[in-house]
């Protein structure tokens, strides 16, 4: 068997460094906005917050989806996925909605800086939710034709990890974005 | 995933061929990396040769002052285009390929871990290179701000055509194959290598494999990120690089670099690797200080993470940063030289057989000192600020990209040449093309050490008639007249040898690697019984058994 689960390991590595180039340019930028808006003035974080609860609490339980399939509990896993794709379905909704308030009071990707770095980075790491959610999908659909009987699946496990990383990112951005403006 | 199993029809001839077989499906449609690795290094000459005749386009523009062969305009876009070629489609994909090719036979697995993601990285190059190329064809021309893409030349104000746009879509492409290969290397060499084959007697070729594809997976991304910015900036009208909209140029050059400068590991690398098995099967002794190559290589890996600034002593970062960059930069002379040392102490006393790959090889110590002395000598300040941006630098980067990659690249061809194909590259042949080599390369870029410190800028497309600058340009063409017909010599040699070269046998060179032990070429499942291995150099301890090179060393089975 070819090592599937290094490779995501090594893969999200990769993949670390691409974020971590996004969140530099944030961080380069910010503070540098003569006019126009910044985080500050635009952003709202108790209701991205919420929205990010949703995203954490998938973490968890596509943990449990893993445990299922280590147990054997077939029915559960599938229980367990579809909760997962759910709760990733609802964060993806809530950027949208933020998107789509940002938009309409004309703040863009080309207004200033702000707008070209938040929109990039919470573009890219929505990006990956999006294709994680994919994933899932087909992970869900194999398991209702009856894949993953357990107790492992190599399938299952990459996706998982793939997904934690995806988490992970968003609490570093979150904190880059909402935490710094209004906490700090 | 079942890679026990043949993934491809077993091969009735020994080399696929275009007609016999399922014709190109077989190719197209291939897993095995040993076809991928051939489909690369076919890519590899064809883009070498578009590459080449851009260089002499511009040679011949060159050759004397306020000539008009070409337009300012296309000079641009040609130098732009033969350096982002000549690194990124030709230098890269070629070693990455001749890695694929041949890391999976040196550690003794059947192929690399994951096939179809192998297959998957070369097309992407194939795809990306296309992707660039196309641009030729659109209205207004291929890109024309060089290979760094500075900022603002490269955003919407200053470049309106379309160029830029399908560079940096195209680098993208070739940036995923790249981190696809190095995932893929690092898999392979970490989980599939035979019984016995511990990371301390891997060869040393699968250690420099091995160091530059973790590069790959951690230093592309910078760029790749960088890319996605471009993009972004040229399509949405984003601002990252803007000035005149908030946006940072200088930003750019720090992404650019912090990948452009790993980057030039990544190229030189393998090389070394390839230089580090030619050199001890050609001295009939083993490499001297093993260790020393492998850890020096680690530590040139780190080190040159943090030295990107170097290319940046002319933006004014402050005294202070200069002075890190330059002291940091110069450090990494230090595990450089080791290597040299290594080699010359493996040749010394050694019975040394000067066939064409050890000729490439010798040659390349020397002309890659002389890149790399002048290298040390720009990484100072003071020096750098006088002969940035001139033909110092172009000089500079020559010797170490021509004069380091490509002779080595040239070594492992005629090194390999008889595993791939199972014939022998003509040695005739081969001299006329290293002598030719080596004259058309040093008359070519010697003299432009010289017009640098004279002052000639590079990216020019004409000079005026100062003093001796003509001349030395003209020698500059002349020389490059000479190298492109070294590189005829050897298209010729690979053509006539592939059908009428000396049958090779498996191992013509007594050479020791596992590589050699697997028939001429491979059969598809590469070995039918791996050898033991119980050192580094198995083919060795099989042939005398009564001097083992690790006396001591338990079977493993
Ligand atoms: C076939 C022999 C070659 C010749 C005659 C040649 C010649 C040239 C010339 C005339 C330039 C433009 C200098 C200027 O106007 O500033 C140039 C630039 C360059 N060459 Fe070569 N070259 C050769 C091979 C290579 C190889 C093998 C590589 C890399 C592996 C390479 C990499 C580059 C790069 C990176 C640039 C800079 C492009 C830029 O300024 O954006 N060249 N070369
Ligand atoms: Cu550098």
Known sequence: MADNKMLIKFFVASESIFFIMLILAYVNFKGTVVDGPTAESSLNPYVTGIFSLFLLASSFTIWLAGKSLRAKNHTMMKVWLLVTIVLGAIFIFGQGREWAGLIEQNITISRNVFGTTFFTLTGFHGFHVCVGLIMLSILLGLALFGDFKGPRSDGVEVISIYWHFVDGVWIVVYSVIYVWAFFL | MSRRLPLVPENTEPLP???????????????????????????????????????????????????????????????????????????????IGVGVYLVPLMIGARDMAFPRLNALSFWLVVFGGILIYYSFLTQSGAPDMG?????????????????????????????????????????????????????????????????????????????????????????????????????????????????????????????????????PVFSRKPIFGYEFVAGSTVAIGLLSLGVWAHHMFAVGLGDVTNLYFSLASMLIAIPTGVKVLNWVATMWGGKIIFATPMLFATAFIIEFVMGGITGVAIASVPIDWVVTDSYFIVAHFHYVLYGGSMFAIFAGVYYWFPKFTGRMMSETLGKWHFWLTIIGFNMTFFVQHFLGVMGMPRRIYTYQDFPYWGSMNLISTIGAVVLALSVLVFMWNVHVSRKRGKKAGNNPWDAWTLEWAAASPPAVHNFDLVPPVRGRRPLWDLAHPEQPDEPNAKVVD
């Open chain 2, 17 to 95: 061929s275009l007609k016999e077989n399922q014709g190109m499906l077989a190719w197209v449609s291939s897993v095995d990396h040993k076809q991928i690795g051939l489909m690369y290094l076919m890519v590899t000459m064809v883009f070498f040769v578009v590459g080449g005749l851009e260089a002499l386009l511009m040679r011949i523009q060159l050759s004397q002052p306020e000539f008009n062969f070409i337009s300012p305009e296309v000079y641009n876009q040609l130098f732009t285009m033969h350096g982002t070629t000549m690194i990124f489609f030709v230098v890269m994909p070629f070693l």
């Open chain 2, 147 to 279: 290979w760094f893409a500075y900022s603002p030349l490269s955003e919407k104000p200053f470049s309106l055509n379309k160029g830029p746009t399908y560079w940096a879509l195209g680098l993208l492409a070739t940036g995923i194959s790249s981190v696809a290969s190095g995932l893929n290397n690092i898999v392979t060499i970490l989980t599939m290598r035979t019984p016995g084959m511990t990371m301390r007697r891997i060869p040393l070729f699968v250690w420099m494999i091995l160091v530059t594809s973790f590069l790959l997976i951690f230093v592309i991304p910078i760029i790749a990120s960088a890319f996605a910015m471009m993009l972004l900036d040229r399509l949405l009208e984003a601002t990252f690089f803007t000035p005149a909209h908030g946006g940072s140029a200088i930003l750019w050059q720090h992404f650019f670099w912090g990948f452009g400068h790993p980057e030039v590991y990544i190229l030189i690398l393998p090389a070394f690797g390839i230089i580090s098995e030619v050199i």
